[in-house]
C-alpha cells in the first residue's frame, strides 16, 4: 500500500472507528466477561513469595489452580481434588483420596503423585514456602493408586483446613519439572476452571474457560480480568461499562450504582480490630476495659460505612467455627468512665497513649479511629493518632513494638480459631503483640488438641478470657461491595475471593 | 597556527582564526561532554548508594510482610536467607553493585522475575507515554502561546491566561479524574484503563507498541493504542502545556519589540508570518530548555498517571514495588529513572550548546 497522508487519514480513521466500536460493552451481549479487579498479580507460583499469603490474590489463583480441597462460598468445606481425607486412629497418619478423571490444562492426566509432589514441596523450605512451617509436620508421602499418604511428624488438627487456605495448591509436578520455576511463570498450568490465555503484569490476564473442568465447565468462556488498582478507575469503569464486574469500592458510590446494576454486599471474612500492646498504660486492665466500652461500634459503622459491616466482639465472625455469640463487649460510656476512675483518671486527667492506623488501606480505616479517639476523649482518654504504611506494621508487628494501640484487619478465610485468635493472640506468635503468660497458658494446649470440640470449646474460652480482660479489641466485620452488569449475576465468597467460575448470566 | 615561514593576508588570517576559534569551541564543547559523562557517573553511583541505603532503613521490610501466622524465629531467619537479607547493608551493596557491573540487577521478591527485564519491558510504554504526552503539550501549549500572541490585548489572550493558570495549578492526577469522568464516563469515547484492549493479538517484537504499529502499517492497532493513551498523556500534558504557553508567550511578546521584528513588519510581512517565522526561532530557546527539563518531570508524573489509569508502565510497577518493599525492583526503577533524568539533561544541556552559537564558541 502507498504511505500517502489521505491513506494514513483514512485508515486512522478506520481504526480509530473500530477501536472505539469496542468500547460500551454494557450494552451488547456479554462473551467476554471483563472484570475490573482491585489488585495486581505478580507472580504466578501461588505457593512461594510474598503474593502466596496475599489473601486479596487468592481469588485470581483459584481461577487457575485447585486446592486440594475446595472451599465453598460459606467457607466450609467440600470434595475437591481430595475425595476424602483424615487422619488414623492415633493422629500418627494422614490418608487422602484423590479424585479421577481430573486432567491438567495440558491435557495430561492429574494424578496421585501429583498431590504427593506439592505437599512434599511446599514442605521443602529451599522452595520458599511461606507456610513451610505448617505442611512440614507432614513426611514421608506414599502414593498407592489414588491414594496418598504420609507420617504426621507433629500432630496439627488445622492441617486439612490449610488445604483450602493460604498455598494450598496443587501444582502439575511432570510439567514443573520439565519447564521449571521460569517456565511454569511464563505457562502457568492448573486444573482449576480457568486457562491462563495471556498475561500482561500490571495490566491484565484473559482466561480461557477449561472445558473439561471437573466441576462443571464455567458459563463464561472468555474472561478478563483487568488489574485495576484505583477505586475511583473501578467505579468508572464499570460505570462506563467497560468492565462487567468490580468490586472494593467506596460503599457510597456502591449505594449510588447499585439501583441501575445488580449490587451484592455480603460479610467476608475479614475483620477489623485494635492490636492492644501490653506496654506502658496498656498494662491497666481499667484503661484497657474503658478503652474498649468507650467504643460505639454499630454508630461508626452505620455513620462511616453506611452501615456497610457487622459488629464483633470476639476475633470471630459469625462463620467462623468457634464464634460464640454469648461473648459480648456492650458500648458502655459510663461503664468507661468508670473503669478510668478507678485508675485515677477521667476528663480532667486523661490517659494518654498513642494509636497507630493506615489511612487509606482498608474502607475509612484512619475515619474509624478518628472517631474512636473522639469517643475516648469522651470518657477521658487522649489518644494521639499516629499514622503509618501497612509495610511498617507488619515491621512493627513482627518486632513487637506496636503503639499501645494499632488498628489492623485480620483475615482468616478457614474460620479457624487458631489461625484468628490463635496468631493474633498467642505471645510467641510474631503477628502477636499481646505476651500474657496467662493468655499463653491457655492458648498452648489447644495447638494440639485432638478432640475437635475440645478445641473449639477451649478456645471460645479463650475468646471469652480476652473479651473480660479486653486484651484486643475487635471492632467490625467488613462487607465486600460487589458491582455487576444487569447480565451478569455473581456468587459472593465468604473468603473475599471474586472467583468468575461462580458468575452466571442472568 | 599559521604554517612557519609563510605570511599570509589579513583575510586568510582572520579565516584562520576563525578555524582555530571554531576548533577551540568543538574542543571546549567535548570536554564539557566528557565533564558532564564522569558528573553523571558520580550521579548515578550517589543515587545508587542512598537507595540502597534509605529502602533499608526505612520502616517496613519484605520479610516481615509475607510472614505467615505461627512464624517461628527459625522460619523468619530461613526467609531472610532466602531474599539474601541477612547480610550487613554494606554487604548487600556490594553483592549488588556487582551484579549491576554485569548487568544483573537481582530479582525482584514479588515476581521472582530478573529485574534489569522487567524494568526493561516497561520502560517502552512509559517512554511512549512520555513523548506522547510531550508531543500534546508542546502542540497545545505552542498553539496558546501562539493565539495569546497573535491576538495579544483583546479578551483571547486574557482566556487562554486564565486557562493556563487554571491548567497550571491543578495536578495532572486531578486532570486524570476530570478527565475520566468525561472522556471515560459521560462520553465514553476513549479507554480509561490499561495500554492495549486485552483480546487483540499484537504482532510485536518490542514493547515499543505505538511506534511499531505504525512500522508495520497496523493502523487499527495504532488507534487502540492511541484510544487507551491519549487521557493519561493528556492528563500529564495539560499542566506542561500550561508552562510552555506561559513562557513562550512571555519570550514572543520581548521578541516583538526587538527592532529585526520591527523591521520584518515593515517589510509588509502578515503578523502570523512576523511571529512564526522572525520572532518564534528567537523566542523558542528557552523553551526548548524548560521543556528537556519538564520531560524528565514529565516521566516522574507518570507514576501516579499510569496508577490511575492502570497503564502497565514503569510508574505503576513502581508503586507495587514500593507497597511490597520488593527492595531489588525498588533499585532497579529508580536507578533507570536516574539514568534517564540525567541521560536527558546531558542531551538538552549538548543541544543547547549545539544551537546556541555563544555557548558553542565557548
Do not use: C
Request: net charge negative; proline share 6%; hydrophobic share 50%.
Amino acid at each position: 500500500m502507498e504511505l500517502t497522508r489521505r491513506n494514513v487519514m483514512k485508515m486512522t480513521a478506520a481504526g480509530t472507528a473500530l477501536a472505539a466500536s469496542g468500547l460500551p460493552l454494557g450494552a451488547q451481549a456479554i462473551d467476554e466477561l471483563v472484570i475490573a479487579y482491585n489488585v495486581n498479580l505478580p507472580a504466578w507460583d501461588p505457593t512461594t513469595g510474598p503474593s502466596a499469603v496475599n489473601p486479596t490474590i487468592q481469588g485470581l489463583y483459584q481461577s487457575v489452580f485447585d486446592q486440594f480441597i475446595l472451599q465453598q462460598p460459606d467457607l466450609k468445606p467440600a470434595p475437591g481434588l481430595l475425595t476424602e481425607w483424615g487422619w488414623n486412629e492415633d493422629r500418627t497418619k494422614v490418608s487422602m483420596t484423590v479424585r479421577e478423571g481430573v486432567t491438567w490444562h495440558d491435557g495430561s492426566p492429574f494424578t496421585a503423585e501429583d498431590v504427593a509432589w506439592s505437599l512434599a514441596r511446599a514442605a521443602d523450605p529451599a522452595t520458599g514456602n511461606p507456610i513451610n512451617f505448617v505442611w512440614s509436620t507432614l513426611a514421608n508421602f506414599a502414593v498407592d493408586g489414588n491414594t496418598v499418604t504420609a507420617d504426621v511428624k507433629q500432630f496439627d488438627p488445622t492441617i486439612f483446613k490449610w488445604m483450602y487456605f493460604l498455598t494450598g495448591y496443587v501444582l502439575p509436578k511432570a510439567y514443573f519439572e520439565k519447564v521449571g520455576a521460569e517456565g511454569f511463570e511464563a505457562a502457568p498450568i492448573g486444573t482449576g476452571p480457568y486457562m491462563v490465555e495471556k498475561f500482561e503484569r500490571n495490566a491484565f490476564v484473559r482466561l480461557k474457560a477449561n472445558e473439561s473442568y471437573w466441576g462443571g465447565a464455567p458459563e463464561f468462556k472468555t474472561v478478563t480480568i483487568k488489574f485495576v488498582t484505583d477505586a475511583a478507575a473501578r467505579v468508572a469503569e464499570i460505570e462506563s461499562g467497560a468492565s462487567h464486574v468490580t468490586l472494593e469500592m467506596p460503599y457510597e458510590e456502591y449505594d449510588r450504582l447499585k439501583g441501575g446494576m445488580n449490587g451484592v454486599a455480603a460479610p467476608i471474612s475479614d475483620i477489623g480490630m485494635i492490636f492492644l500492646n501490653d506496654i506502658d498504660v496498656m498494662l491497666d486492665p481499667n484503661v484497657r476495659k474503658a478503652a474498649a466500652l468507650a467504643i460505639d461500634k454499630q454508630t461508626i459503622i452505620d455513620r462511616l460505612l453506611s452501615g456497610y459491616g457487622v459488629k464483633i466482639d470476639t476475633l470471630q465472625t459469625p462463620e467462623y467455627d468457634a464464634y460464640d455469640a454469648s461473648i459480648t463487649v456492650p458500648y458502655d460510656e459510663a461503664g468507661a468512665i468508670a473503669a478510668l476512675a478507678a485508675s485515677g483518671f477521667g476528663p480532667d486527667n486523661p490517659v494518654k497513649f498513642t494509636i497507630q492506623t493506615t489511612k487509606g488501606f482498608k474502607p475509612k480505616d484512619y475515619e474509624m479511629v478518628q472517631a474512636i479517639v473522639g469517643l475516648w476523649r469522651k470518657v477521658g482518654i487522649e489518644a494521639e493518632i499516629e499514622v503509618y504504611e501497612i509495610a511498617k506494621h507488619y515491621e512493627l508487628r513482627a518486632a513487637d513494638t506496636l503503639a499501645p494501640a494499632a488498628f489492623y484487619n485480620w483475615g482468616n478465610s478457614v474460620g479457624d480459631p487458631t489461625t484468628s485468635t490463635g496468631f493474633a493472640m498467642f505471645g510467641p506468635s510474631p503477628h502477636s503483640v499481646w505476651d500474657g503468660e496467662d493468655l499463653i497458658g491457655m492458648i498452648g494446649p489447644l495447638w494440639g488438641e485432638a478432640d475437635e470440640a475440645k478445641r473449639i470449646a477451649g478456645w471460645k474460652a479463650v475468646d471469652k478470657f480476652i473479651a473480660d480482660n479486653a486484651l484486643v479489641i475487635p471492632l467490625l466485620q467488613y462487607v465486600q461491595p460487589i458491582l455487576s452488569a444487569a447480565g451478569v449475576v455473581v456468587t459472593p465468597h465468604a473468603s473475599g475471593a471474586l472467583l468468575p467460575h461462580l458468575m452466571k448470566r442472568a | 597556527m599559521p604554517p612557519h615561514g609563510y605570511s599570509p593576508s589579513g583575510a586568510v588570517l582572520n579565516e584562520w582564526a576563525r578555524g582555530d576559534l571554531a576548533v577551540t569551541g568543538q574542543m571546549q564543547l567535548f570536554g564539557r561532554f566528557l565533564v558532564r559523562l564522569m558528573t553523571t557517573a558520580i550521579t548515578l553511583l550517589g543515587v545508587a548508594v542512598i537507595v540502597f541505603v534509605v529502602i533499608r532503613v526505612v520502616p517496613g521490610n519484605p520479610i516481615a510482610m509475607m510472614l505467615p501466622p505461627g512464624a517461628t524465629e527459625a522460619d523468619i531467619a530461613t526467609l531472610t536467607a532466602l531474599y539474601g537479607l541477612d547480610k550487613s547493608i554494606f554487604q548487600q551493596f556490594v553483592i549488588w553493585a556487582g551484579g549491576v557491573l554485569q548487568g544483573d540487577f537481582g530479582m525482584s521478591i514479588t515476581t521472582r522475575q530478573p529485574v534489569l527485564a522487567l524494568v526493561m519491558g516497561r520502560l517502552p510504554a512509559t517512554l511512549e507515554l512520555s513523548v506522547m504526552a510531550l508531543v500534546m503539550a508542546v502542540f497545545l501549549g505552542g498553539a496558546a502561546a501562539l493565539g495569546g500572541t497573535l491576538r495579544r490585548g483583546t479578551r483571547t489572550e486574557g482566556a487562554i491566561d486564565v486557562g493556563a493558570g487554571m491548567a497550571l495549578s491543578v495536578p495532572d492526577f486531578l486532570w486524570g479524574l476530570v478527565l475520566i469522568l468525561i472522556f471515560g464516563v459521560l462520553w465514553p469515547v476513549f479507554h480509561i484503563s490499561g495500554r492495549v484492549t486485552p483480546s487483540l493479538d499484537l504482532p510485536f517484537s518490542s514493547n515499543f507498541y505505538l511506534f511499531e504499529s505504525l512500522l508495520r502499517f497496523r493502523f487499527d492497532l495504532w488507534a487502540d493504542i492511541v484510544s487507551h493513551m491519549f487521557l493519561p498523556a493528556l492528563a500529564l500534558a495539560i499542566p506542561l502545556a500550561a508552562i510552555i504557553a506561559q513562557l513562550l508567550k512571555q519570550s514572543l511578546k520581548e521578541t516583538m519589540h526587538l527592532d529585526y521584528v520591527t523591521l520584518a513588519r515593515t517589510k509588509g510581512y502578515s503578523e502570523i508570518h512576523v511571529i512564526t517565522r522572525e520572532a518564534l526561532p528567537n523566542a523558542i530557546l528557552p523553551t526548548l530548555t524548560l521543556v528537556g527539563v519538564q520531560f524528565t518531570f514529565l516521566i516522574g508524573g507518570t507514576v501516579i498517571i499510569e496508577r490511575l489509569f492502570s497503564y502497565e508502565g514503569l510508574g505503576n510497577m513502581a508503586i507495587d514495588a514500593v507497597i511490597n518493599r520488593d527492595l531489588p525492583l525498588i533499585q532497579g526503577i529508580v536507578i533507570l529513572f536516574a539514568v534517564i533524568f540525567t541521560g536527558v539533561n546531558l542531551l538538552v544541556d549538548l543541544s543547547y550548546a549545539l544551537l546556541n552559537p555563544r555557548l558553542r564558541h565557548g
